[in-house]
């Protein structure tokens, strides 16, 4: 069964989101930063990094990455 939108106040205007609280936003952005962090330095590591400190470092660069999009986004 589908869910149907409620009408919006004004033809053609969207019906506004909830917010998301600031305790969810939070960890969902620790949770990117700490993904992106583990993705690279596996996909580094299977991808051949001389060794684990080298897979690291890319590990820190997606991490960096990851933390300047979430200040971005807010």
């Known amino acids: ?3 149907r939108r409620p009408p919006a106040d004004e033809p053609g205007k969207a019906p506004e ?3 998301r609280t600031r ?3 939070i ?8 993904a992106a962090f583990v993705l ?3 996909l580094a590591g ?3 990094a001389a060794n684990l400190g080298t897979a690291l470092s890319f590990g820190q660069i997606a991490f960096a990455l990851a933390a300047v999009y979430v ?3 807010r």
Do not use: N, T
């Open 1 to 3: 069964m589908s869910r």
């Open 17 to 19: 989101r909830r917010p």
């Open 40 to 42: 690279a330095s596996a």
């Open 27 to 34: 960890g969902v952005d620790l949770l990117l930063m700490f």
């Open 71 to 73: 200040m971005l986004r």
């Open 23 to 25: 305790r969810s936003s």
């Open 46 to 48: 299977a991808l051949g």
